[in-house]
């Protein structure tokens, strides 16, 4: 399972020269593209090297030397039979097709024989489903981030995963091969597959999943930068680094990185904008230890008994003293939307 995002054509091209012909097993390629734009990505890989290479199909079986490219605004997931499913689903990280999905997907499935690679990048997509492939017992491989054309998502993983290897871009073929003809030795602890099998069917729009109210992790005070939902805080990590990430009911999620850029007002919803105007929204926790360290649940308390003490006008009343009231007001604030769970996921997805 290979991930990558800017620079990753350049990569992947010379990644697909590398490898030889008699190559025992399938290769499943996530690349960050738009929506808009048919893939090449196919094309070009087949033409760069000996493996034949094509767009994952819904319901196909992997076959060993293939290479299977994610089709654009999609993201393709692993079957415990084998099979690859496509499904346009919730995006995470703001990407489809995403990183992590797959990478937990195949986790799942494949358990200790999981290859996860992370090769350049921007942000930290990849982050979470590589934490997953090196507690099912996979092996995790990431770019030297000094040899990447852009090292910030593969410097990502080095500081939130214990990976099995560090390597320049022309030394991983020869690895991989290594680790299918001799599997790798690693270790590893089975992570919470109960909490993994729903996020995977989350992304995968199972309906049954999400008509539930059972989410993983703990609900924050954070809305949703795409949705306007609350969001659920997803304690991860690998036990020597705390690595937090958030998802919402809809299924929308994020990493710390993509988190931070939304916080700070890049792609923000109107809503966050408006809570940041009014100063009302908490920081994103720190890192554990020291004094520093604040819980978001506490903050987003203080918040409520903010909002609960706040005076309430009525229509027609006079403006208050601070020009909040509901007359006269010169500052109109959005209303926080009220949204059923219905079967309006896919319009909520979509949009």
């Given at each position: ?94 990407h489809?097709?995403a ?23 921007t ?7 590589m ?8 092996v ?8 990447a ?32 003809k ?7 602890r ?24 059972d ?28 690595y ?59 918040l ?48």
């Open positions: 399972m290979i991930g990558t995002s800017a620079g990753g054509v350049e990569a992947l091209t010379k990644l697909a020269q590398a490898l030889p012909h008699d190559f025992a097993a399938p290769v499943v390629v996530v690349l960050h593209i738009g929506a808009e734009v048919p893939s090449l990505l196919p094309q070009i890989l087949a033409r760069a090297g000996p493996l034949p290479a094509q767009e994952a199909r819904d319901g196909e079986r992997l076959r060993p030397g293939t290479i299977y490219t994610a089709v654009p605004d999609h993201h393709v997931l692993v079957e415990e039979d084998k099979t690859l499913h496509v499904v346009k689903g919730p995006r995470e990280n703001r489809r097709p990183i992590d999905p797959l990478f937990r997907s195949a986790a799942l499935a494949f358990r200790s024989r999981c290859i996860g690679v992370v090769l350049t990048g942000l930290d997509d990849g982050t979470a489903g934490l997953t492939v090196k507690k099912a017992g996979g995790t491989i990431v770019q030297d981030p000094a040899d054309v852009y090292p910030s998502m593969p410097q990502n993983v080095l500081d939130y995963v214990k990976v099995d290897f560090r390597l320049p871009l022309a030394d991983i073929a020869a690895k991989l091969v290594q680790c299918i001799v599997p790798c030795t690693t270790t590893g089975f992570p919470d597959l109960e909490m993994l099998d729903m996020e995977k069917k989350i992304v995968a729009l199972d309906p049954a999943t999400l008509q539930k109210d989410r993983p992790g703990q609900p924050s005070p954070y809305s949703c930068p795409d949705c306007g939902g609350v969001l659920w805080e997803i304690e991860d990590g690998d036990g020597d680094h705390d937090v990430r958030y998802r919402c009911r809809v299924g929308h999620a994020f990493s710390p990185e993509t988190m931070r850029r939304a916080e700070s007002g890049a792609g923000g919803g109107a809503l966050e904008r408006d809570e940041d105007a009014r100063g009302e929204r908490a920081p994103l926790r720190p890192p554990r230890g020291g004094a520093a360290e604040t819980r978001p649940r506490l903050a987003g308390e203080a409520r008994g903010a909002r609960a003490r706040r005076p309430r006008a009525r229509r027609g009343d006079p403006p208050l003293p601070d020009g909040g009231g509901a007359a006269g007001s010169a500052e109109v604030r959005p209303r926080r939307r009220r949204m059923r769970v219905t079967s309006a996921y896919a319009y909520i997805i979509g949009a």
